[in-house]
C-alpha cells in the first residue's frame, strides 16, 4: 500500500475509533462524577469527625459556634440568644435554619459533628453542580469532570465545607442559583414564568444563606432586564424574580426588625466597625483617609488572600499567578483558536455573578475594612468553573496544533499525528492539567496551609477549670465568645457585638467597662490578643484585674480576669 493508502486508512481508523471512544467517555463520565463526589465527601467527613481540638484549632473558628449555641437555646426553649438574655439576628438564618435539629441532641461534642457531616454533605453536592454548569458552558463533560475534580479535592474548599459557618450551604445555594441562570441564558428568549419564580426563590435561599450574596441576585436579575429591555420585551419574568424572592426573605426582615430593632444583621454592624471607627479616630478621620486605607484594603484582598485561598499556597509569591492568568485570558482574547468564541461566551455568562459577588468583596474590604477568611469560600465556585473553561479551551489548542501538524505531513511519518484521535488529546491534556493541580492543592497538602486559630486550642478545656473555679451562677464576658458558650456551661456574655447590640454600641462608644458592670460581669476570659485590639478594648491596668493566665504567647495565651472595683 502506498504512502496516501496508509494515510487514508490511518485516517479512517481514527475516525472510527474517535466516535467509538466519543460514546465510551460519554458513558464513563457519569460514573467518574459519581466517584468525585464520593471521594470528596469522605474528605469532608473525615474531616468533620476529627477530635474537637484539632478541629478549634485548624477548622472551626469560634463565630461557628455562635451558630452552635444559639441554636442550643433556640431548641431548648431559650430563643435566639447567646447568653440566654439578648435576642439576636447575628447570623444567616438559612443555615441556622438547617442546623437546629441537631442541637436539640444532649452531647454537645455529637451536635458540632453533625453539624459539621452536613456541611460536608452540601460541600459534596455542590460537586455535580459545578461539572454540569461547566458542561453547559462548554459542551465538554470531561471539562465539566476537571472542574468539578477541583472542586471536590481542593483541601481549602474541604475545609470550607466543615467550618461550622454558613459557608458550605453559601457554596451550594450560590452554584445552584449559578447552574439556573446559565440553563435560562442559554435557552434564548423563551423563559416561562416557572422559570423565573425558580431563579427568585434559590436567588432568595442564596442570600438567607449568605446575605451580601444578594448582590449576585441583583447582578443576575439586572442581566435579565436589561437584555428584555434591549430586545424590546416585557419586564415581566425579572420582576417576577425579584418579587418571588422579597416575598421568601421577607419574614425574615420583619422578625429581625421587630426583634432588634433593625433588618441588619447585628454581626454586619459590629464586625471590623469598631476596628475601623479606632483606626480613623487614631489618624484624623477624613476622606482621603478613607479612600487611600480602603484602596489598600481591597488590592491587599484582591491581588493577595484572593488567590492565596485556592490557587497559590502561602509559601509562594502571588505575582506568578496573575502573570500566568493576565496571559491566559489574553491569550483567549487574542489568539484566533477554534474555541475562542465558545470560551469567550462562558467566561461572558460567568461574569455575571461573579460581578456580584466582587462587589460584595469589594464591599467588605474598602469600606467595612473587614474580611474573614470564610468570606471567600463562595469563590471556589467561580474558580473551579473557570478552571474548567480554560481547560476546555487548552484542549481546543491542542486540537488545533495537531489539526495544523496533520495539514503538515505528508509522508508515512504523518500517519501517526493523523490517526490521533480526539479523545486521546483530550485525556492526555485533562489528565496533565490534573496531575499539575493535584500536585499542589490536592488533598495531601498540610492544613499549615490554611489559615488556623491557633489561639482557641485550649478554649474547649477551660471547662474544667471553669466547672472547678466559678459557680454556677458565675457570669462571664469574652469578645470571642463562641466557644465559652457553648462548652463552659455558664452565662457567657458577648462583648466585641458580633451577636449583642447593646455590647457594639458600649464598644463603640468605649464604654465597655460600664457595660460589664451593668451586666454584672464576674470574669473576663479571652486570648492576650483581644485586650490590645482597639484603644477601646478593656484594659489589663485600668480596668480588670488578671487572676491566671495559662500559656506563654502574649496573644494566644488565655487570660482570666476580674473587673475592678468601681
Same mark, same amino acid.
Given at each position: 500500500?502506498?504512502?496516501?493508502?496508509?494515510?487514508?486508512?490511518?485516517?479512517?481508523?481514527?475516525?472510527?475509533?474517535?466516535?467509538?471512544?466519543?460514546?465510551?467517555?460519554?458513558?464513563?463520565? $457519569?460514573?467518574?462524577?459519581?466517584?468525585?463526589?464520593?471521594?470528596?465527601?469522605?474528605?469532608?467527613?473525615?474531616?468533620?469527625?476529627?477530635?474537637?481540638?484539632?478541629?478549634?484549632?485548624?477548622?472551626?473558628?469560634?463565630?461557628?459556634?455562635?451558630?452552635? +449555641?444559639?441554636?442550643?437555646?433556640?431548641?431548648?426553649?431559650?430563643?435566639?440568644?447567646?447568653?440566654?438574655?439578648?435576642v439576636t439576628n447575628g447570623f444567616h438564618p438559612l443555615w441556622m435554619a438547617t442546623v437546629l435539629p441537631f442541637f436539640a441532641i444532649d452531647d454537645r461534642h455529637l451536635s458540632v459533628h453533625l453539624?459539621?457531616?452536613?456541611?460536608?454533605?452540601?460541600?459534596?453536592?455542590?460537586? @455535580?453542580?459545578?461539572?454540569?454548569?461547566?458542561?453547559?458552558?462548554?459542551?465538554?463533560?470531561? /471539562?465539566?469532570?476537571?472542574?468539578?475534580?477541583?472542586?471536590?479535592?481542593? @483541601?481549602?474548599? /474541604?475545609?470550607?465545607?466543615?467550618?461550622?459557618? &454558613?459557608?458550605?450551604?453559601?457554596?451550594?445555594?450560590?452554584?445552584?442559583?449559578?447552574?439556573?441562570?446559565?440553563?435560562?441564558?442559554?435557552?434564548?428568549? *423563551?423563559?416561562?414564568?416557572?422559570?423565573?419564580?425558580?431563579?427568585?426563590?434559590?436567588?432568595?435561599?442564596?442570600?438567607?444563606?449568605?446575605?451580601?450574596?444578594?448582590?449576585?441576585?441583583?447582578?443576575?436579575?439586572?442581566?435579565?432586564?436589561?437584555?428584555?429591555?434591549?430586545?424590546?420585551?416585557?419586564?415581566?419574568?425579572?420582576?417576577?424574580?425579584?418579587?418571588?424572592?422579597?416575598?421568601?426573605?421577607l419574614p425574615w426582615l420583619v422578625w429581625s426588625w421587630a426583634a432588634t430593632g433593625s433588618p441588619m444583621q447585628d454581626s454586619a454592624i459590629a464586625g471590623g466597625t469598631v476596628f475601623r471607627d479606632?483606626?480613623?479616630?487614631? =489618624? &484624623?478621620?477624613?476622606?482621603?483617609?478613607?479612600?487611600?486605607?480602603?484602596?489598600?484594603?481591597?488590592?491587599?484582598?484582591?491581588?493577595?488572600?484572593? $488567590?492565596? +485561598?485556592?490557587?497559590?499556597?502561602?509559601?509562594?509569591?502571588?505575582?506568578?499567578?496573575?502573570? /500566568?492568568?493576565?496571559?491566559?485570558?489574553?491569550?483567549?482574547?487574542?489568539? @484566533?483558536?477554534?474555541?475562542?468564541?465558545?470560551?469567550?461566551?462562558?467566561?461572558?455568562?460567568?461574569?455575571? $455573578?461573579?460581578?456580584?459577588?466582587?462587589?460584595?468583596?469589594?464591599? &467588605?474590604?474598602?469600606?467595612?475594612?473587614?474580611?474573614?477568611?470564610?468570606?471567600?469560600?463562595?469563590?471556589?465556585?467561580?474558580?473551579?468553573?473557570?478552571?474548567?473553561?480554560?481547560?476546555?479551551?487548552?484542549?481546543?489548542?491542542?486540537?488545533?496544533?495537531?489539526?495544523?501538524?496533520?495539514?503538515?505531513?505528508?509522508?508515512?511519518?504523518?500517519?501517526?499525528?493523523?490517526?490521533?484521535?480526539?479523545?486521546?488529546?483530550?485525556?492526555?491534556?485533562?489528565?496533565?492539567?490534573?496531575?499539575?493541580?493535584?500536585?499542589?492543592?490536592?488533598? +495531601? *497538602?498540610?492544613?499549615?496551609?490554611?489559615?488556623?486559630?491557633?489561639?482557641?486550642?485550649?478554649? $474547649?478545656?477551660?471547662?474544667?477549670?471553669?466547672?472547678? =473555679?466559678?459557680?454556677?451562677?458565675?457570669?462571664?464576658?469574652?469578645?470571642?465568645?463562641?466557644?465559652?458558650?457553648?462548652?463552659?456551661?455558664?452565662?457567657?456574655? =458577648?462583648?466585641?457585638?458580633?451577636?449583642?447590640?447593646?455590647?457594639?454600641?458600649?464598644?463603640?462608644?468605649?464604654?465597655?467597662?460600664?457595660?460589664?458592670? &451593668?451586666?454584672?460581669?464576674?470574669?473576663?476570659?479571652?486570648?492576650?490578643?483581644?485586650?490590645?485590639?482597639?484603644?477601646?478594648?478593656?484594659?489589663?491596668?485600668?480596668?480588670?484585674?488578671?487572676?491566671?493566665?495559662?500559656?506563654?504567647?502574649?496573644?494566644?495565651?488565655?487570660?482570666?480576669?476580674?473587673?475592678?472595683?468601681?
Open positions: 500500500m502506498n504512502e496516501a493508502g496508509v494515510a487514508q486508512s490511518g485516517s479512517e481508523g481514527a475516525v472510527r475509533s474517535g466516535a467509538e471512544s466519543d460514546v465510551l467517555v460519554r458513558l464513563l463520565t $457519569p460514573a467518574a462524577l459519581v466517584a468525585l463526589t464520593i471521594i470528596g465527601l469522605g474528605l469532608r467527613l473525615q474531616k468533620a469527625w476529627e477530635d474537637m481540638t484539632t478541629l478549634v484549632v485548624n477548622t472551626v473558628p469560634d463565630d461557628s459556634f455562635y451558630y452552635f +449555641q444559639i441554636a442550643r437555646n433556640i431548641m431548648h426553649g431559650h430563643g435566639a440568644t447567646l447568653d440566654g438574655e439578648t453539624a459539621l457531616s452536613l456541611g460536608g454533605v452540601l460541600g459534596a453536592l455542590t460537586v @455535580p453542580l459545578i461539572f454540569d454548569i461547566i458542561r453547559r458552558l462548554t459542551g465538554s463533560g470531561l /471539562a465539566g469532570l476537571l472542574g468539578a475534580g477541583f472542586f471536590a479535592l481542593h @483541601p481549602a474548599i /474541604a475545609t470550607y465545607a466543615v467550618n461550622g459557618l &454558613e459557608t458550605s450551604i453559601a457554596m451550594f445555594t450560590l452554584a445552584a442559583f449559578c447552574w439556573l441562570f446559565v440553563i435560562m441564558a442559554r435557552s434564548g428568549s *423563551k423563559r416561562a414564568t416557572r422559570t423565573y419564580v425558580a431563579l427568585g426563590v434559590i436567588g432568595a435561599l442564596m442570600t438567607l444563606a449568605r446575605v451580601d450574596t444578594a448582590l449576585v441576585f441583583v447582578a443576575v436579575v439586572a442581566f435579565f432586564a436589561v437584555g428584555d429591555w434591549r430586545s424590546s420585551r416585557s419586564l415581566q419574568g425579572p420582576v417576577v424574580a425579584a418579587g418571588t424572592a422579597f416575598v421568601v426573605v479606632s483606626y480613623l479616630a487614631a =489618624n &484624623e478621620d477624613g476622606l482621603g483617609l478613607r479612600i487611600e486605607h480602603g484602596w489598600d484594603e481591597m488590592r491587599n484582598t484582591v491581588y493577595r488572600l484572593l $488567590p492565596w +485561598q485556592f490557587m497559590v499556597t502561602f509559601q509562594h509569591r502571588v505575582w506568578p499567578f496573575w502573570v /500566568a492568568a493576565m496571559a491566559t485570558f489574553s491569550a483567549i482574547a487574542l489568539l @484566533p483558536t477554534r474555541r475562542r468564541t465558545e470560551t469567550l461566551s462562558g467566561f461572558g455568562l460567568l461574569a455575571v $455573578p461573579f460581578a456580584g459577588l466582587f462587589a460584595a468583596l469589594l464591599y &467588605e474590604s474598602g469600606i467595612r475594612w473587614f474580611v474573614r477568611t470564610w468570606y471567600y469560600a463562595p469563590y471556589a465556585v467561580f474558580a473551579a468553573c473557570g478552571i474548567g473553561v480554560i481547560a476546555f479551551w487548552v484542549e481546543g489548542v491542542v486540537l488545533d496544533v495537531r489539526d495544523w501538524l496533520v495539514k503538515q505531513s505528508t509522508s508515512a511519518d504523518g500517519v501517526l499525528v493523523r490517526a490521533m484521535p480526539k479523545w486521546l488529546v483530550a485525556a492526555g491534556v485533562y489528565g496533565i492539567l490534573a496531575v499539575l493541580l493535584m500536585m499542589r492543592y490536592g488533598p +495531601q *497538602k498540610e492544613s499549615a496551609d490554611l489559615y488556623g486559630y491557633p489561639w482557641q486550642r485550649d478554649l $474547649p478545656g477551660m471547662s474544667s477549670w471553669v466547672a472547678a =473555679n466559678t459557680t454556677s451562677e458565675a457570669r462571664i464576658a469574652a469578645y470571642n465568645a463562641g466557644i465559652p458558650a457553648y462548652f463552659w456551661n455558664r452565662t457567657v456574655v =458577648n462583648l466585641d457585638g458580633v451577636v449583642n447590640r447593646d455590647a457594639y454600641e458600649a464598644l463603640a462608644d468605649c464604654d465597655t467597662r460600664s457595660y460589664i458592670r &451593668e451586666k454584672d460581669i464576674d470574669y473576663v476570659i479571652d486570648s492576650g490578643g483581644q485586650f490590645f485590639l482597639t484603644e477601646c478594648a478593656l484594659s489589663l491596668e485600668q480596668d480588670l484585674d488578671q487572676v491566671t493566665e495559662f500559656g506563654a504567647d502574649r496573644f494566644l495565651k488565655l487570660i482570666v480576669a476580674v473587673p475592678k472595683n468601681p
